[in-house]
């Protein structure tokens, strides 16, 4: 199993992303996936996650400006960010909980580089 982040890039302060991360693989179930951050210096975090069935939740700093979505067809999950802050400058990683056939794991997607400068 392997998941595929991508989408991440420089953008200005109060500009839009949009983070896809794919999962490959040998795949049964997916149950939670979620994106985290890392800044530099600092420990991973959690941005957001989202379950099998759609009930998402959030880090407060990003309440209102973040939407985590998923694509149970494409095990695709989805961030979209908007109203960036340079606060929100991190590598971003995904993390999905799959079930291929023994017990459920967790991976990780291989991080992808947001940074919000003007």
């Known amino acids: 199993v392997q998941l595929q982040a991508s989408g991440g890039g420089l953008v200005q302060p109060g500009g839009s992303l949009r983070l896809s991360c794919a999962a490959s693989g040998t795949i049964i179930s997916i149950a939670t996936m979620g994106w985290y951050r890392q800044a530099p210096g600092k420990q991973r975090e959690l941005v957001a996650g989202i379950t099998s069935g759609g009930n998402t939740n959030y880090a407060d700093s990003v309440k209102g400006r973040f939407t985590i979505s998923r694509d149970n067809v494409k095990n695709t999950v989805y961030l979209q960010m908007n109203s960036l802050k340079p606060e929100d400058t991190a590598v971003y990683y995904c993390?999905?909980?799959?079930?291929?056939?023994?017990?459920?794991?967790?991976?990780w997607g291989q991080g992808t580089q947001v940074t919000v400068s003007s």
């Open positions: 993390n999905a909980r799959i079930y291929s056939g023994s017990y459920y794991l967790g991976y």
